[in-house]
């Protein structure tokens, strides 16, 4: 009897500490992210960016299906003498408010096309995504083609492949989309804050513990994606624990999932790009993309394979993504003056 009455008075006292210790690390991420970027208001919503760089040619970074901002923040620092550079996070992401539309590039480039002009990042731009942020990017580059000087787009989802869903996959889809939920409501009482400072600061695994509390999948999918993000500098790690500590990131990749059937629909009508440079990086050991993948894209695209990384390309292999970058923005230099060439001629 006494130690039910225990556990009786244990379980909401855990409970209630457990929101106590989110709610207080809330509230110091939002101090702490201001040494990262800032945030910009668009009607009733806020995003967060970072800004670098002069004026001049203009870098707009997008990232994958689960990551933030600071994915970029190398890149942002390398090329901030060269261009002015831009990364965010994308509505219900990172430290952006959540959208309720539906999460489709048609909806999520429109929403990046506001963020671009209320943040006073002009055109002409080079855009950088990686994976699910390719996508994004190829609808942005199809509604906005004047504007838009080159793509270099890292390991990009590939439309033809999730498009074919067979049983096995959409088991693992619904299964993914199950899971962030149950991560959400791990958030509300501090859990994904302890373990995600557990897995970023300390052994990158998670106990046998935790394993049992939060269950193989999840414990799995945060191994594997640790494993890659402390490739990341250290500096912005707490900023990454930040971004995975909130409830909204997971319903935010939750919304994302639950959208891709039809965000794969759209994008198979999105028409190839034209006249601009396009660079496909795509990792060595895998299947590289088929000439009519590729062609889909841009018929002028190029298929870079890259040596001695997995799929978070940009991390394993900065280099080549900068060798990538900086291709299209000399590209895009000639081209411009070649521009203004023809024009004085005419004139």
Known sequence: ??????????????AFLGFAYQAI????????????????????????ISKSGPAGPSIVFECGLAASSQNWSFFQDALASEARTLSY????????????????????AGELHALLVHARIEPPWVLVG???????????AADHPRDVVGLVLIDPMRVDE????????????????????????????GIARFVAHHLMKHSGRISPHFSRLIGDDARRLLERTTSELQKMPSAVWPAVIAHWSGPDFYRGVAAQL???????????????LQKMPVIVLIPAASVRLTKDS??????????????????????????????????????????????????QARG
């Open 1 to 14: 009897m006494v130690r039910l009455l225990f556990l009786f008075l244990l379980i909401p006292l855990a």
């Open 25 to 48: 690390g809330s509230f110091f991420d939002r101090r702490r992210m201001r040494s990262f970027g800032s945030w910009i208001e668009i009607g009733s919503r806020r995003f967060f």
């Open 162 to 189: 999730w498009s074919r869903w067979s049983d096995a996959r959409r088991r693992i889809f619904e299964g993914s989309i199950h899971l962030m939920r149950r991560l959400a409501l791990f958030a509300h009482f």
């Open 258 to 272: 639950r959208s891709l059937p039809a965000s794969l629909k759209e994008m198979e009508q999105v028409p190839p």
């Open 294 to 343: 590729l062609a889909h894209i841009a018929p002028q695209a190029e298929q870079w394979s890259v040596e001695r990384c997995g799929h978070w390309v940009h991390l394993d292999r900065p280099d080549v993504v900068l060798q990538a970058i900086r291709s299209i923005l000399d590209r895009s230099h000639t081209r411009h003056r070649a521009r203004v060439v023809t024009m």
């Open 130 to 140: 990686h994976s699910y942020g390719a996508l994004i990017l190829r609808r942005f």
């Open 89 to 108: 996070d994308r509505a219900g992401m990172g430290f952006s408010t959540p959208s309720s539309s539906p999460r489709t590039p048609a909806a999520l």
